[in-house]
């Protein structure tokens, strides 16, 4: 008996009932050829249906490859329901992921 730290829990996510790891798509995704960079978090749905997975990513890859690479290697509740291709990730002043920018960004259009 004893106490182990196997992580932190504040990257796994619940969608559609199930837990996802948003490092580990974060990881899967900046793997695949094409991708520089990639920020992945989830995002609340209304209605009561939990998040879904979405991603902003640099690079050439567009977002119906990275589904087609992606597709049998993550749980379906994994897989993002959005992905947009910037030219890069917002970041505030200090260096920090700029949530309110990158939300802007998503909502900016139709996935590529």
């Known amino acids: ?3 182990a730290l196997l992580g932190r829990a ?13 490092a580990e798509v974060e990881e899967r995704i900046r793997s695949l050829a094409g991708v520089r960079d990639v920020w992945v978090w989830s995002r609340a749905l209304g ?13 050439p890859a567009d977002a119906a490859a990275i589904r087609r690479a992606l ?30 920018a990158a939300e802007a960004l998503l909502r900016g259009g139709t996935d590529p």
């Open 47 to 59: 209605g009561g249906r939990g998040g879904e997975i979405v991603a902003l990513v640099t690079g």
């Open 71 to 100: 597709r049998g290697t993550l749980p379906p509740a994994a897989l993002p329901r959005r992905i947009r291709r910037v030219e890069r990730l917002p970041a505030t002043a200090t260096g920090k992921r700029d949530r309110m």
């Open 1 to 3: 008996a004893g106490f």
């Open 10 to 22: 504040d990257g796994v996510v619940k969608v559609g009932g199930r837990r996802v790891d948003v």
